[in-house]
């Protein structure tokens, strides 16, 4: 007698082996590795060029503010010589800066007219803000508002607010969340110290050109650069060294506490008085926060260099390995330089 088993046990199910699991893991974590820096990659490129939008949307902004004033705005500060409801084109300055200027060019005009009336009436100052000053700033709504023309996609305090830490300046924000900008306006390679060390300051051809305060000897010549604190003013005719050769905008990487804190003189909220560097330092250099305010340098979260915005609108991608006699020559808007090598 045939004795017949049952099909369904002759076709018993089995599960993976362990062996044939890990084959299956390791595959997936290999398919993983590969495609995700793929994915960085074009998220980077997709970053990258939103950065160049944004700062050839401020380039717009600059040639349209100087086509009604026949002057680019000024850098920023906290001089006693601006008057609020002077308006947009005062030539004073004061504790706003050029991205306040620019925002009836941004589409951010309530923006500006909103942060007016609230300071409107304020005493200026050219050290320590007043108490009533501060407070008045400090109430302002705006100092939270994240305006992404001014915000690099790749930086990561991009679209979050930033607590600020409590030292010099930053004292008026201390412990309070404000927003951040990624873009900073180029001084040239003028900065504040007497000798920046960074040459022999007998040297014509000498890196840091020793203005003081990116002001300048006198508040009538302003700063070597593009923008100067205080009150002065470039126009077009003023860059003689050509429009396509000078910086006017580049990008600025946070500057970090020994706590992992957004540092206190990395002067980076959107509104801040101070709101320019020196070239002198070069691209992504990095230095140490004691240099605070004059010594961040341009730099960026794009690998290999940083954006920058000429004065004739035009935006380059500036490797950190360029020449720094070229940086800073670059960053010069009128002393007849030729450029030491090609950038």
């Known amino acids: ?62 040639h349209n503010y100087h ?3 026949k002057k680019f705005p000024f850098g920023g500060s906290g001089d006693a010589n601006y008057v609020w409801s002077g308006g947009v084109g005062q030539t004073g300055a004061s504790w706003n800066n050029w991205r306040v200027s620019l925002c009836p060019y941004i589409e951010m005009e309530p923006t500006y007219k909103a942060i007016q009336s609230g300071m409107t009436g304020q005493t200026e100052f050219l050290t320590s803000p007043p108490a009533a000053w501060k407070s008045a700033f400090q109430a302002l709504p705006d100092n939270k508002t994240m305006i992404k023309v001014y915000q690099c996609p790749s930086d990561p305090f991009a679209e979050r607010l930033q607590v600020m830490a409590s030292a010099g300046w930053a004292l008026l924000y201390s412990g309070n969340q404000i927003a951040l900008a ?24 000498c890196l840091c050109l020793n203005q003081g ?70 691209i992504n ?17 794009h690998s290999g260099g940083a954006n920058f915005l000429l004065a004739d609108g035009s935006v380059r991608f500036i490797s950190d390995g360029v020449n720094l006699m070229t940086f800073t020559q670059l960053a010069t808007k009128g002393r007849g330089e030729t450029l030491a090598t090609e950038f």
């Not at 060294?241 to 970090?256: M, R």
Request: glycine share 10%; with cysteine; net charge positive.
């Open 1 to 62: 007698m045939i004795s017949h088993v049952p099909k369904s046990e002759s076709r018993r199910s089995r599960g993976f082996t362990l062996i044939e699991l890990l084959v299956v893991i390791a595959i997936i974590a290999i398919l993983i590795a590969l495609l995700v820096p793929a994915v960085q990659k074009v998220r980077e490129a997709a970053a990258r060029t939103q950065c160049v939008n944004n700062m050839k949307q401020i380039g717009v902004a600059l």
């Open 67 to 69: 086509g009604v004033f």
């Open 182 to 205: 990624s873009y900073f306006g180029s001084a040239g390679p003028d900065q504040n110290y007497n000798n920046c060390g960074v040459c022999d300051t007998s040297n014509t051809t």
């Open 213 to 282: 305060n990116f002001q300048g000897a006198t508040l009538a010549s302003g700063s070597s650069g593009f923008f100067s604190l205080r009150a002065f003013n470039t126009a077009v005719r003023d860059i003689t060294d050509g429009t396509s050769n000078t910086i006017a905008v580049g990008e600025e990487a946070c500057v970090k506490d020994a706590n992992g804190n957004l540092y206190a003189g990395a002067f980076r909220q959107w509104m801040e008085p101070f709101c320019l560097t020196s070239a002198v330092w070069g």
């Open 285 to 301: 250099k990095g230095q140490p926060v004691t240099y605070g305010y004059y010594g961040q340098g341009f730099g960026s979260y």
